[in-house]
């Protein structure tokens, strides 16, 4: 597996990485196919094997299902494996429990750390643009 420095953060990370959508999922996102807990910690697996050490999942996954199995999965794990996970849809019924406010960004931030297991999000990316939310 080839590697590449990430921007200026300082990650080296594998040139492919491992998208965790269909992890534990449920309603649309298990149309595209559902992945069983065991089925997805041996796809991790064999990733890992292979060189991967990126996986790619998003608060939105299921509503956090995606993030929680990734937690159960990496939790044993060395922290080699990184995680990157975004924010930007809906989480609840509430005008602010959307977009990319920084009250959004914080809630949703401190949620997926609890969901992931982990004391650290290795990339946070904003999944879609927010119109409603200034760039400043």
Request: proline letters at 2%; glycine letters at 10%.
């Amino acid at each position: 597996m080839e590697y590449r420095q990430l921007g200026r953060s300082g990650l080296k990370v594998s040139l492919m990485s491992l998208g965790t959508m269909n992890f534990s999922a449920e309603g649309f996102f298990g149309m595209i196919g559902s992945l069983p807990m065991k089925d997805a910690a041996r796809l991790v697996d064999v990733a890992v094997d292979h060189g991967v050490n990126l996986l790619d999942t998003s608060n939105a996954y299921t509503t956090g299902k995606s993030e929680e199995a990734v937690g159960e999965i990496l939790k044993d794990r060395s922290n080699q494996i990184l995680v990157g996970t975004k924010v930007r849809f809906a989480m609840g019924e509430g005008p602010n429990e959307q977009g990319l406010s920084r009250f959004h960004i914080i809630e949703q931030c401190e949620a997926s750390l609890k969901r992931l297991k982990r004391d650290r999000i290795d990339i946070y990316f904003l999944h879609e643009w927010d119109g409603m939310t200034p760039v400043e």
